[in-house]
């Protein structure tokens, strides 16, 4: 099987003292096969481009171009199992044209080999269902970080399913984080910012009663390096160590022909070294959506 696609944006925004054009193409090719029974390849071509033209007293030019190599194979390993095996390549490019800019490096490549394993089995005639997963990046710039999962999860009667869960994470800053600057706005890049690090730990149960759908999460985040703000709002810096708290509720449903949905999310989050609020960040989230086709 073939597929493609291709998505365009064009934009254009005026604040006081200047005007700024933006335009965005994204294009992919993807091809689907299954090789044999129990094997299936999937092989994904993607392109993204991004150029920003600012107008004003400090003008400047940005293009963002980024290409990626995405191949994942999915075997099949008796009836209790499943593996994903794949790979992936990034490439990322960075013109940033402005009086006086400081730019040490314009160009990135970041490549990733990564497993996932699926597992059902029974212990003590409680259905159980887990999930491994592992991930190997090599940064051009900042080097090579493993990172992994460890999900288990059960049915806990016909219409709920109670799961946790265990994972690491790796981050790092784009291009634009490090390097492009937006001086209309007094804020600026940081070339000195450092990939973030976390470790999260996540428990939900979710269900399905009366023809809605809902779900609890509760997790924990301890953040190394944590991309933000700084305090004055001029530049972006690392949070040495942060931890996030929270709790997320989610429902949707139809009725009389509309779809509809809400979400709630409650956040306790700190500067772990300071035990203050991180800065600019919510402490409730709340969202809901009605469609009909």
Do not use: C
């Not at 090719?29 to 150029?51: A, H, I, K």
């Not at 159980?128 to 991930?135: D, F, G, P």
């Amino acid at each position: 099987a073939l597929r493609g696609g291709y998505n365009l944006f064009d934009s254009q925004l005026e604040y006081d003292g200047g005007i700024n054009n933006s335009e965005g193409r994204t294009g992919n090719l993807g091809l689907f096969l299954p090789v044999t029974d129990n094997w299936q390849t999937d092989l994904q071509l993607s392109r993204f481009t991004d150029e920003s033209i600012d107008d004003s007293t400090f003008s400047s030019r940005s293009r963002t171009r980024r290409d990626a190599i995405n191949w994942q194979n999915q075997v099949q390993l008796g009836a209790n199992n499943t593996a994903v095996l794949g790979a992936d390549f990034e490439s990322e490019d960075l013109l940033y044209e402005m009086s006086g800019a400081v730019q040490s490096d314009t160009k990135r490549e970041n490549s990733a080999v990564f497993g996932v394993l699926d597992t059902q089995f029974a212990v003590a005639s409680t259905a159980l269902n887990t999930t491994l997963s592992l991930r190997y990046d090599d940064n051009e710039q900042f080097g090579g970080e493993t990172t992994g999962k460890a999900a288990i999860g059960t049915g806990l009667g016909d219409n709920m399913q109670l799961w946790t869960s265990y994972s690491t994470a790796f981050k790092a800053p784009s291009l634009v984080e490090l390097y492009v600057d937006f001086p209309a706005f007094f804020f600026y890049g940081n070339p000195d910012l450092q990939p973030e690090t976390s470790r999260n730990v996540e428990v939900g149960l979710e269900g399905n009663h009366a023809g809605a759908a809902w779900s609890v999460n509760a997790f924990r985040n301890e953040i190394k390096n944590l991309i933000a703000t700084d305090a004055s709002f001029s530049s972006l810096t690392n949070v040495e160590r942060a931890t996030i708290n929270g709790v997320e509720l989610a429902v949707r449903g139809s009725w009389l022909g509309w779809n509809t949905n809400a979400a709630l999310t409650l956040l306790d989050h700190e500067n772990s070294d300071t035990g203050q609020e991180l800065l600019r960040r919510p402490k409730q989230i709340l969202s809901a959506g009605v469609s009909r086709q």
